[in-house]
């Protein structure tokens, strides 16, 4: 027996197939691990199950810890650290750090974002990514089974994507 994690790989040609199958899949109770389509496919998200992503929660965060970092910054350093009344101005002149306060924002916002994106996707500069069929970089469309995370032995699964209109099934293991 191999070890590593293995795939159920359906190839579909068409798009409109491809949906189809998805909730025919779906329906029959076997779990999609993912689909990979050479460009997007509308209504593919919520076929697949997906929930709303969390990722604007995090960029909300990380653009109120800008905020919040860049008012601390500017009221300790003009108010506290070093204060000077400059052109008839308060100690602490709000208006004049709203420039300051947004740019970091925007910074801190747009930084998360990207690095909380990388984190969840998995997305590390020394990790190899999963080929699963180098067709989906052209014409095909790929839905892959994990095999692991099914109740349904291998012989099932695979008539299930077959009878669902793939033009393949292939099997792949990943170490």
């Given at each position: 027996m191999s070890q590593g994690t293995n795939y159920v790989l359906g190839v579909y040609e068409d798009e409109d197939v491809l949906m189809d199958a998805i909730k025919d899949v779906r329906e029959k109770g076997v779990k999609i691990e993912e689909v990979y389509s050479p460009?997007?496919?509308?209504?593919?998200?919520?076929?697949?199950?997906?929930?709303?992503?969390?990722?604007?929660?995090?960029?909300?965060?990380?653009?109120?810890?800008?905020?919040?970092?860049?008012?601390?910054?500017?009221?300790?350093?003009?108010?506290?650290?070093?204060?000077?009344?400059?052109?008839?101005?308060?100690?602490?002149?709000?208006?004049?750090?709203?420039?300051?306060?947004?740019?970091?924002?925007?910074?801190?916002?747009?930084?998360?974002?990207?690095?909380?994106?990388?984190?969840?996707?998995?997305?590390?500069?020394?990790?190899?990514?999963?080929?699963?069929?180098?067709?989906?970089t052209d014409d095909k469309h790929v839905m892959a089974i994990d095999l692991d995370k099914n109740d349904l032995d291998e012989a099932e699964i695979k008539q299930i994507v077959d009878g669902s209109g793939a033009s393949e099934v292939n099997n792949k293991t990943f170490e």
């Amino acid at each position: 027996m191999s070890q590593g994690t293995n795939y159920v790989l359906g190839v579909y040609e068409d798009e409109d197939v491809l949906m189809d199958a998805i909730k025919d899949v779906r329906e029959k109770g076997v779990k999609i691990e993912e689909v990979y389509s050479p460009f997007p496919v509308h209504g593919i998200e919520d076929a697949l199950g997906y929930k709303r992503s969390w990722l604007s929660v995090a960029a909300f965060m990380f653009g109120i810890t800008g905020t919040s970092l860049a008012l601390t910054m500017q009221i300790g350093m003009m108010g506290v650290d070093w204060p000077m009344i400059i052109g008839g101005k308060d100690f602490i002149p709000i208006p004049s750090f709203i420039p300051v306060t947004f740019e970091m924002t925007v910074l801190l916002a747009a930084f998360g974002m990207v690095g909380t994106f990388f984190g969840v996707s998995n997305l590390k500069p020394w990790g190899r990514p999963r080929i699963y069929d180098i067709r989906i970089t052209d014409d095909k469309h790929v839905m892959a089974i994990d095999l692991d995370k099914n109740d349904l032995d291998e012989a099932e699964i695979k008539q299930i994507v077959d009878g669902s209109g793939a033009s393949e099934v292939n099997n792949k293991t990943f170490e």
